[in-house]
């Protein structure tokens, strides 16, 4: 864990001490940090916007009731991400996981690091993603897209280290192989393709 992990870390601990005694605006606090992670976390379990909202809002009231019971056995981002996870898994349960049109997404729901990042990139690599299992497309968001260790993918997703490895290395294989034909292009050097 580097130095903003840390801190960023001790910051959330802080924050969930404070949501245990009862303090609603450290709950805030964490909301407006992690909503943007959860969302594009989510988007990776489903496209559907008004589950991303209801999963965000159920994995937070969560975090808020048991914020006292936080044994620090992992990172408090490790934590939260395992609820949404479990969170997610429920409501499409629930709800099924029917596709919706991206379109219909709002642009903020389809987080980016890079405000400028070019459309059209960030289209191909959704289509190569749709062609995932769920639990694949988790797998890369988390590792690639939140930066977590595969140690913590394994905590947030309840199972082996080599059962995430696996997942990883079956989805880059199938992004690989489905990228280039997305692009039009019969082959893509090893270098570009996760």
Not at 121 to 137: F, H, N, S, V
């Amino acid at each position: 864990m580097n130095d903003a992990d840390t801190d960023a870390d001790s910051t959330d601990r802080l924050l969930l001490q404070r949501m245990a005694a009862g303090d609603r605006t450290a709950l805030s606090v964490l909301y407006r940090s992690y909503h943007g992670r959860l969302s594009r976390f989510l988007s990776r379990l489903t496209r559907r916007a008004d589950i991303i909202e209801e999963v965000i809002n159920d994995c937070l009231w969560i975090t808020w009731q048991k914020a006292g019971s936080f044994h620090g056995d992992s990172r408090v981002s490790t934590w939260i991400m395992g609820i949404a996870y479990r969170c997610g898994l429920k409501a499409l349960r629930q709800h099924g996981s029917e596709p919706v049109d991206e379109d219909s997404i709002p642009e903020d729901r389809i987080p980016s690091h890079d405000p400028d990042e070019d459309r059209e990139l960030r289209d191909w690599l959704g289509k190569g993603m749709d062609r995932l299992t769920a639990d694949q497309r988790v797998v890369i968001e988390l590792v690639y897209g939140v930066g977590h260790t595969l140690d913590d993918v394994a905590v947030i997703m309840q199972c082996p280290v080599g059962t995430v490895k696996a997942r990883l290395f079956h989805a880059r294989v199938k992004l690989r192989n489905v990228l280039p034909g997305l692009a039009g292009a019969t082959s893509v050097s090893r270098e570009n393709v996760p």
